[in-house]
Structure formats: C-alpha cells, structure tokens
C-alpha cells in the first residue's frame, strides 16, 4: 500500500499541478494523501510505503520513522507503462541534480528515464548524480575565491542567513552554469536558487503532469 506525501512548498508554488498529482493517485491507484509530514502522526502508517516528492519530507519520514519504506514519486511514475507523457519534441533542457539525494540512484535515475520518456535532450552538468553540490541556500559550493572570503567574514554560517544581496550572487554564480538554458529541476530548494540567481528553472512535476 502507498500513501503520498505532498510537499507544503510544492503545493504553495505549483497549486494546480499539486491537485493534478492528487487526482493521478487517487483516481489511477486508490491513493490516498497525507497532511503536512512534520504534524502527521507517522506511527500508523508503517504498513505504508510514503511516496515523496520532496526532499525535506523524505528526510523528515526518515527522521521520525526510519521503518517506513520510501519511494520518490519519480520512481513511482517512471514503472507506470500506462502513463501518458507530454512530448517536448528534443528540446534541450539542463537537469539540476540535487546534493540531498545525491545518494539516492533510484531517484536521478527515474528522472532521467522519465525526461528521456517526455522526448527531452538531457544536457547533464559535470557535477550530476552522487556528484551532485547544489541544493540552493541549502548548500552550495562557491567556487570563487572571492565569495568564499566574504563567507567567511559571516563565519560561513547558513547561507539563507546572510544578506539577502549576498544569497543572490552565490546563486548567480551557480545559474552561470546554464547559459540562459532551461533548467529542470526535482527538488523545490534547488528551484529556488535558480530563481534567485536569475536562472530559467521549472519543477520537474509541472512538465510531467501537463497532460494529466
């Protein structure tokens, strides 16, 4: 048995794709939803296995109850045969992989069928897969010297911490990479990086679910 756990982030961003995931579950499997999985009461479903689509939550469902099994919703779609895939017809697209589940080749590797599924062209960074170094302001790796001396005045502390002008030109940096391509990503923290680096980023579940 399978019970989805929303993301409170992707439903704030991304409302009526939230509702299409929802109706996908419950109207094709049966599935039912869970509220928000810091206030869920994780101890009566343990016979479940929690579908996430988000980092935090899996994290999270981790943390409180390390018994229940896990699986992305990326893994979930990628073995349905019957799902209708919208055609992006080659487009080229850079995939974001994200630092938290760079230890997770079940997820990045359902991403990538699934993108190949929607007829996209993969353009893959050098820091892909158990590589991976970004997660936004969650973490990211600077690599010019002169950013990570200004970190330093700030005692390197988070950096959703510093100044909000400082946020924007480590993300910039990171948004550099792209070369004003779009960029796909699968983790609600990495998206908003991008954004706030100026970069062109969408969630990987609004492409997904266009035709739901």
Same mark, same amino acid.
């Given at each position: 048995?399978?019970?989805?756990?929303?993301?409170?982030? $992707?439903?704030?961003?991304?409302?009526?794709?939230?509702? /299409?995931?929802?109706?996908?579950?419950?109207?094709?499997?049966?599935?039912?939803?869970?509220?928000?999985?810091?206030?869920?009461?994780?101890?009566?479903?343990?016979?479940?296995?929690?579908?996430?689509?988000? +980092?935090?939550?899996?994290?999270?469902?981790?943390? /409180?109850?390390?018994?229940?099994?896990?699986?992305?919703?990326?893994? $979930?779609?990628?073995? !349905?045969?019957? @799902?209708? $895939?919208?055609? @992006?017809?080659?487009?080229?697209?850079?995939?974001? !992989?994200? @630092?938290?589940?760079? +230890?997770?080749?079940?997820? #990045?590797?359902?991403?990538?069928?699934?993108?190949?599924?929607?007829?996209?062209?993969?353009?893959? &960074?050098?820091?892909?897969?158990?590589?991976?170094?970004?997660?936004?302001? =969650?973490? #990211?790796?600077? /690599?010019?010297?002169? &950013?990570?001396?200004?970190?330093?005045?700030?005692?390197?502390? /988070?950096?959703?911490?510093?100044?909000?002008?400082?946020?924007?030109? $480590?993300?910039?940096?990171?948004?550099?990479?792209?070369?004003?391509?779009?960029?796909?990503? #699968?983790?609600?923290?990495? =998206?908003?990086?991008?954004?706030?680096?100026?970069?062109?980023?969408?969630?990987? &579940?609004?492409?997904?679910?266009?035709?739901?």
């Amino acid at each position: 048995m399978y019970i989805y756990y929303p993301s409170c982030n $992707f439903m704030k961003a991304s409302p009526a794709t939230e509702k /299409k995931v929802k109706a996908y579950l419950k109207q094709r499997f049966n599935i039912g939803h869970t509220k928000c999985c810091r206030f869920e009461n994780l101890s009566s479903l343990k016979e479940f296995t929690a579908l996430t689509v988000c +980092q935090a939550c899996n994290e999270e469902i981790q943390r /409180k109850e390390p018994t229940i099994q896990r699986m992305s919703i990326w893994e $979930f779609i990628d073995q !349905d045969t019957d @799902f209708i $895939f919208p055609d @992006f017809k080659g487009k080229k697209m850079i995939l974001q !992989d994200c @630092f938290r589940d760079a +230890q997770n080749p079940k997820a #990045y590797n359902a991403v990538r069928n699934i993108m190949l599924k929607m007829n996209i062209q993969i353009i893959e &960074l050098e820091n892909k897969k158990e590589n991976a170094d970004f997660c936004g302001l =969650l973490h #990211y790796e600077p /690599k010019d010297n002169k &950013l990570k001396d200004v970190w330093k005045q700030y005692d390197n502390c /988070k950096l959703s911490r510093l100044p909000l002008e400082l946020q924007t030109q $480590f993300m910039e940096e990171q948004t550099a990479l792209y070369k004003n391509n779009l960029v796909v990503c #699968y983790c609600n923290s990495c =998206l908003r990086g991008i954004k706030l680096g100026g970069g062109n980023g969408v969630h990987l &579940l609004d492409l997904v679910m266009q035709n739901q």
